[in-house]
């Protein structure tokens, strides 16, 4: 510190003394200030994750063609066929299933919405959804195959989806690839 410094310095503190000679501390109270840890904050929720549960925006009439017996499959525009190999042969393990057997079309619907909006959150990758075979049905069809599929297209969250292996249910039920970032705010096209 040279000379000069220490001078303004203290001229500084001469002109700082002069200001506050007649400043009175404040009363005492009775409150105290409390220093360190703070209520922590709540967390916004995601626009999707406020929509109603039972609400879908599932269409019908956005369909792909499934022939009787086909082995289907579907993979989003930008998604590699390893991928979609990758998940006929059981890479992921199945984390959850969903059961559609003995559902009316609109309750199966409802179902499927709630059911991949819990496996969002809980960022679950693969999963499975049981629709059945159709034996026991009028025309012994699958009746909600093909709808699955159409559901499942809509969302964006859904990356692909294959008829599963024959030990994981095989004609019967489709294994399901989904997007686990929080990225997505949308989850319907």
Known sequence: MTKKDSVNDEDEKALFRAAMHDVTPLPATDKTIQS?????????????????????????????????????????????????????????????????????????????????????????????????????SKKRAPVLKTQVGNWLIQRVDVLAFCQARPEDGGGGAVLVLLKVSASSEEKFL
Do not use: M
């Open 36 to 136: 360190g840890s703070s209520v922590a904050p709540v967390p916004r929720k995601k626009s999707y994750q406020e929509q109603a549960v039972t609400q879908d925006n599932f269409s019908d009439h956005i369909a792909i063609e499934i022939g009787a017996g086909d082995a289907w499959s579907y993979a989003r525009p930008g998604i590699s066929h390893q991928t979609l190999r990758r998940l006929r042969r059981g890479y992921w393990k199945i984390r959850e299933n969903l059961d559609l057997h003995g559902l009316t079309r609109d309750e199966a619907r409802r179902e499927l919405s709630s059911f991949l909006d819990a496996c969002i959150q809980k960022k679950y990758r693969c999963v499975r959804i049981i629709h059945g075979k159709g034996l026991s």
